[in-house]
T-cell receptor, first 113, second 117 residues
């Protein structure tokens, strides 16, 4: 069965430091991959998506992610953290042609001043 | 334009009562999803509607849960005889079709926080 693993339920970085949130998926074929962000008391918002085009995907708010088939990974990065980046981040996967989206358990990002 | 809206934003109910949660998707979006998000957990898929096709109910946790989508737009999630373990945030999302097919990304509403006492 399809699964998504996000390593680290909590990640803490200093303002201005690199943000790295890890996501690994299990799939027999390359799926479509997404990162969503959830701010407190809000729904999820799409950050970026991979749909079999360029392996390096740029999203909103300076985030980007790289699809690595050999590692079955889709890690999210941002060169310099901002206080406003503090939120919960979810990695998600959907098989091509499918509809059921499998979400990871989420990683809460804390940004220290 | 208007995003996905959900009502009520908060609902407190007594154990054993029935509740209805409403979702208004983005106009023109043909796909609609319901998810449950329990405290500190990821999103649990509940049900999926696509156009006039039969919904995929494979994620509904029990027969106390049901959902309808009227006229291909508004959806209602009903939980009968609520239990304390039903306490969670219920999220609705919609997804558009493009001329070349699905776009896959989902647009989420703010959720309904359900508390069963």
């Amino acid at each position: 069965a399809q699964s998504v693993t996000q390593l680290g339920s909590h990640v803490s970085v200093s303002e201005g430091a690199l943000v790295l949130l890890r996501c690994n998926y299990s799939s027999s074929v390359p799926p479509y991959l997404f990162w969503y962000v959830q701010y407190p008391n809000q729904g999820l918002q799409l950050l970026l998506k991979y749909t079999s085009a360029a392996t390096l995907v740029k999203g909103i708010n300076g985030f980007e992610a790289e699809f690595k088939k050999s590692e079955t990974s889709f890690h999210l990065t941002k060169p310099s953290a901002h206080m406003s980046d503090a939120a919960e981040y979810f990695c998600a996967v959907i098989n091509t042609g499918g509809f059921k989206t499998i979400f990871g358990a989420g990683t809460r990002l804390f940004v220290k001043a | 334009g208007a995003g996905v809206s959900q009502s009520p934003s908060n609902k407190v109910t007594e154990k054993g009562k029935d509740v209805e949660l409403r979702c208004d998707p983005i106009s023109g979006h043909t796909a609609l999803y319901w998810y449950r998000q329990s405290l500190g957990q990821g999103l649990e898929f509940l049900i999926y509607f696509q156009g006039n096709s039969a919904p995929d109910k494979s994620g509904l946790p029990s027969d106390r849960f049901s959902a309808e989508r009227t006229g291909g737009s508004v959806s209602t999630l009903t939980i009968q005889r609520t239990q304390q373990e039903d306490s969670a945030v219920y999220l609705c999302a919609s997804s558009p079709h493009t001329p070349t097919g699905r776009t896959y990304e989902q647009y989420f509403g703010p959720g309904t926080r359900l508390t069963v006492t």
